[in-house]
């Protein structure tokens, strides 16, 4: 019962590859209990009648099994071993050596992989350099799943970073009714306005340029449209500017 309750929790729990070599060393056993109880009963019978050699193939299929099952054995404990290394090495990634994999740019900063321990499967660790030195981001199972979440990461905290930047300035400039005059008065810190529906939005001094030079090359009609937009709700504005934007980077506007 104990045997068959570890395969049933190494099925559901374990690696596939320990699973597979604790589940074919155990049917390897089987067989060989099964040839052992017909070997004894061959016994019996020899030693009821005239003395009988015992057939060379039930020696050779021992043999045969003995060895698969010792091979089994001994993929089961490397596989083990690989995967005892593996969960030491991401709880306590200090504790291993760690091997460098490869160093990149990404957003302004070096982000450099560094395997720890020298096992197929050993964890990645990220690091990033942000100018003040190298800082641990995360660790990961695979050099490919390291790279590709960590970018992951570093972009969604440049996102977080720059709406704080653009918090901050909103606390420290002072504001404006929303107008094209808004625009036109913003400084390097961004400008700041006040909207018809009450809100206060924030612009940086990229959007407020960009969007006078949307405005500059609208026709009368569509200028007047981008006034009331501007005006009406900084929602509206944001998002008629970010719109115009792109249409400038491809310059169809």
Do not use: C, W
């Not at 016994?43 to 010792?70: C, R, S, Y």
């Amino acid at each position: 019962m104990n045997e068959i309750r570890n395969a049933i929790e190494l099925i559901e729990n374990a690696p596939s590859k320990v699973a597979s070599t604790f589940i074919s060393s155990l049917l390897a056993s089987r067989a060989i209990e099964r040839i052992n109880a017909r070997k004894f009963e061959l016994d019996e019978e020899a030693a009821q009648q005239a003395p009988v050699e015992q057939p060379d193939e039930v020696d050779a299929a021992m043999k045969e099994i003995e060895l698969a099952m010792a091979q089994k054995n001994l993929e089961m404990m490397d596989t083990q071993d690989d995967l005892v290394r593996q969960q030491a090495a991401m709880s306590d990634p200090t504790g291993a050596k760690e091997l460098f994999l490869k160093s990149y740019m990404y957003k302004d900063q070096i982000v450099t992989l560094k395997k720890v321990g020298s096992g197929v499967s050993s964890p990645v660790v990220v690091y990033v350099d942000r100018g003040n030195g190298p800082e641990k981001l995360d660790t990961f199972l695979t050099t490919g799943q390291a790279e590709r979440e960590s970018k992951k990461i570093l972009k969604l905290q440049a996102k977080q970073m720059k709406k704080i930047e653009k918090e901050q300035k909103k606390q420290e400039a002072s504001v404006q009714e929303a107008s094209i005059e808004a625009l036109e008065s913003a400084e390097l810190d961004g400008v700041l306005m006040l909207h018809e529906d009450e809100g206060i939005g924030f612009l940086t001094f990229e959007e407020a340029s960009d969007a006078l030079e949307i405005y500059k090359r609208l026709n009368n009609t569509n200028k007047r449209a981008f006034e009331k937009k501007l005006k009406s709700s900084e929602d509206e504005a944001t998002d008629m500017i970010h719109h115009f934007q792109e249409r400038l980077k491809r310059d169809i506007i």
